[in-house]
C-alpha cells in the first residue's frame, strides 16, 4: 500500500513539474495535434502557433524549430503584477521606456520577461488598458 501510495505522489510531482516547459520561452515544444494557426510575432516573422491550457488560463505558443520563441495570454485569470487583462497600468510604469512594433502594437516590461501590450494605433496613456500579456526574446 505505502509503494502505491510513493508512486502516485511521484507521478503527481513530476506531472505538475513537466507541464511548465510550454510556459519557458526557448524549451522544445512538441505539438500533439496537427494545427494549420500561424501568429504574427514582434520581429515580423509568421510563426506557427497553438493554444494551450496551464492551471486554468489559456496561453498562445508560437513555435519555431521546435523552440517556443512566442508565449502570450488574453486570459482575464492571468496576473502578473497585480495586473489583469483591462486594467490600467500603475503611475509608475509611465516613467520606463515603451516599445513599438509596427503592425503589431505598445508595449512595456512588467516583470520577469512579460510584456503588457497594447493598441497599435496609439501610443497608451494613463487610461490606456492592457490588451494582453507576453513573453518575447527582443534580443534575438
Same mark, same amino acid.
Given at each position: 500500500?505505502? #509503494? ?5 505522489? =511521484? ?17 522544445? =515544444?512538441?505539438?500533439? #495535434?496537427?494545427? *494549420?494557426?500561424? +501568429? +504574427? =510575432? ?7 502557433? +497553438?493554444?494551450?491550457?496551464? #492551471? *486554468? ?9 521546435? #523552440? ?17 487583462? *483591462? ?7 509611465? =516613467? ?45
Amino acid at each position: 500500500m505505502n #509503494k502505491i501510495i510513493l508512486l502516485s505522489l =511521484v507521478s503527481i510531482m513530476s506531472l505538475s513539474c513537466s507541464s511548465k516547459k510550454y510556459l519557458t520561452l526557448n524549451s522544445i =515544444v512538441k505539438e500533439t #495535434k496537427a494545427n *494549420n494557426t500561424f +501568429f +504574427f =510575432v514582434p520581429n515580423g516573422a509568421l510563426i506557427k502557433s +497553438f493554444p494551450i491550457i496551464e #492551471k *486554468n488560463i489559456e496561453y498562445t505558443v508560437g513555435v519555431l524549430n521546435n #523552440k517556443a520563441i512566442y508565449i502570450g495570454t488574453t486570459d482575464k485569470n492571468f496576473t502578473i503584477s497585480g495586473l489583469k487583462i *483591462n486594467d490600467k497600468l500603475p503611475e509608475s510604469y509611465f =516613467v520606463g521606456e515603451w516599445g513599438y512594433r509596427a503592425g503589431w502594437g505598445y508595449y512595456i516590461e512588467i516583470e520577469s520577461g512579460w510584456y503588457a501590450g497594447f493598441d497599435f494605433k496609439t501610443k497608451p496613456n494613463r487610461d490606456s488598458r492592457v490588451q494582453w500579456f507576453f513573453k518575447f526574446d527582443f534580443n534575438k
